[in-house]
């Protein structure tokens, strides 16, 4: 089994910047693409930003130039640093990881728990 566990949500200004974190544990072999999704209230969830193993990225048209996505491969953790944050961005942030438990399993999505992010105009 693999647990995701998400910390940095908080209640921020507009304009303010907050860093999210979410550190993956179990049973793990390779970590294919990790990321983070956001659901607002009353919304469908939506990709926010995803990361390659090889660190390759992909964001939201929203959130380009304000957000960066990283990872440190070897504490199997990715985060989000979030920048320039808007009232609009206000959302439970969940992160997910694509995960091989062996070298010969298929691998299959993980998701956090989710963390709230509230902006305040």
């Known amino acids: 089994q693999v647990q995701l566990v998400e910390s940095g949500g908080d209640l921020v200004q507009a304009g303010g910047s907050l860093r999210l974190s979410c550190a993956a544990s179990?049973?793990?072999?390779?970590?294919?693409?990790m990321g983070w999704y956001r659901q607002a209230p009353g919304k469908q969830r939506e990709l926010v930003a995803s990361?390659?193993?090889?660190?390759?990225?992909n964001y939201a048209d929203s959130v380009k130039g304000r957000f960066t996505v990283s990872r440190d491969n070897a504490k199997n953790t990715v985060y989000l640093q979030m920048n320039g944050l808007k009232p609009e961005d206000t959302a439970v942030y969940y992160c997910?990881?694509?995960?091989?438990?062996?070298?010969?399993?298929?691998?299959?999505?993980?998701w956090g728990q989710g963390t709230a992010v509230t902006v305040s105009s």
């Open positions: 179990g049973n793990i072999f390779s970590i294919n693409d």
């Open positions: 990361i390659s193993h090889g660190g390759i990225t």
């Open positions: 997910y990881a694509n995960v091989a438990y062996s070298r010969y399993s298929y691998p299959r999505d993980y």
